[in-house]
């Protein structure tokens, strides 16, 4: 299984785990990103993605190819939410499955960094105070990074 998806339903994170599945696969890594309830020391209510699904699933594509060619996984996929979603809600879910752990941590650190970096998708939070703010983070994956909100639509 090596695919990139949208969706605008909850992902069912037991039937993505399955769908990675390899007996000739000793790990398994998986990272959820949930919606939480705070960002840049404001409440958040909620979260609403959009996305530009063409390139996104195109773009999502090439990098689940790149993890695999470079780390050498067997399997990879990513499924990212949009619409309104509320908290604790999955974002997004990597999974990673390889013969060995530590090639499949890499390769799941890098689908997501790079999903963040390079995929056509916006974040709007909304505030308990009434406000909403559409918001980028694309640094996210960068050490050292610094968060702060924008006040254009551009890709989180």
Known sequence: MNAFEISSQMIDLEAFRRRLLNRSCGAYVQFDGWVRDHNEGRQVL??????YE???LKEGS?????AKQRFGVSNACAIHRSGLL??????VVV?????HRGEAFDACRYIIDQAKIR????KKEYYANGN????NCQRCSEAG????????????
């Open 95 to 99: 999974g990673v499955s390889s013969p």
């Open 132 to 135: 909403e703010e559409w918001v």
């Open 62 to 66: 090439r990098i689940i190819a790149e």
């Open 119 to 122: 995929l056509p998708i916006w």
């Open 86 to 91: 509320e908290l604790s809600d999955v974002a």
């Open 145 to 156: 990074h610094e968060h702060g909100a924008v006040s254009a639509r551009v890709p989180r």
């Open 54 to 56: 063409p390139l996104a």
């Open 46 to 51: 909620r979260l609403e993605y959009e996305v």
